[in-house]
T-cell receptor, first 116, second 115 residues
Framework: GAVVSQHPSRVICKSGTSVKIECRSL??????MFWYRQFPKQSLMLMAT?????????EQGVEKDKFLINHASLTLSTLTVTSAHPEDSSFYIC????????????FGPGTRLLVL | AQSVAQPEDQVNVAEGNPLTVKCTYS??????LFWYVQYPNRGLQFLLK??????LVKGSYGFEAEFNKSQTSFHLKKPSALVSDSALYFC?????????????FGRGTQLTVWP
């Protein structure tokens, strides 16, 4: 159990367009989902924390109008990169924490975004 | 403030030899501690965690880690390394009192096991 999927796994888009990334918990309900960004050979940078049915909490320095997060249900959160630019190219990873106070976060396989 | 230190960017070990990947932490309260592994272009896979109880925690793929409160360490170990263990390993800590459950990650240690 505890499988998290992300879609798409890889996306290439033109500068100025918007890209939506989905994160789904497949076999459990997730109270909280987290969105990370990872640069090559570096650690994960937390972008925001989203709770189902409420506004996401963004980390300092992350533009909430650029990285729109929606956590519409207990199994789905989406990250939309609006008006993407080449500097937004990165590996985006989501994770989910189960309901009922579970401590472990389970991670999706990641989405590679390339903005041309 | 919460922080995690992985002092080694790279660990190299011969197949069949024991391996250790080091992790120390700083957290304001009592910690939950985790190890994750990442293969190229993949997300993180959960290996093991310390929540409470026995300081020696056993996890997936033969890995284990020992929680040492006095040294604030949670080193990852395996008695006999495999070439397939080569990957990027992340230590993470969470403050037990955190309601959101945010994890703080170390910068990662690249483990290379050579045949």
């Amino acid at each position: 159990g505890a499988v998290v999927s992300q879609h798409p796994s890889r996306v290439i888009c033109k500068s100025g367009t918007s890209v939506k990334i989905e994160c789904r918990s497949l076999d459990f309900q997730a109270t909280t989902m987290f969105w990370y960004r990872q640069f090559p050979k570096q650690s994960l940078m937390l972008m925001a924390t989203s709770n189902e049915g409420s506004k996401a909490t963004y980390e300092q320095g992350v533009e909430k109008d650029k990285f729109l997060i929606n956590h519409a249900s207990l199994t789905l959160s989406t990250l939309t990169v609006t008006s993407a630019h080449p500097e937004d190219s990165s590996f985006y990873i989501c994770s989910a924490r189960r309901v009922q106070g579970q401590e472990t976060q389970y991670f999706g396989p990641g989405t590679r975004l390339l903005v041309l | 403030a919460q922080s995690v230190a992985q002092p080694e960017d790279q660990v190299n070990v011969a197949e069949g030899n024991p391996l250790t990947v080091k992790c120390t932490y700083s957290v304001s309260g009592n910690p939950y501690l985790f190890w994750y592994v990442q293969y190229p272009n993949r997300g993180l896979q959960f290996l093991l965690k310390y929540i409470t109880g026995d300081n020696l925690v056993k996890g997936s793929y033969g890995f284990e880690a020992e929680f040492n409160k006095s040294q604030t360490s949670f080193h990852l170990k395996k008695p006999s390394a495999l070439v397939s263990d080569s990957a990027l390993y992340f230590c993470a800590v969470r403050d037990r009192g955190s309601t959101l459950g945010r994890l703080y990650f170390g910068r990662g240690t690249q483990l290379t096991v050579w045949p």
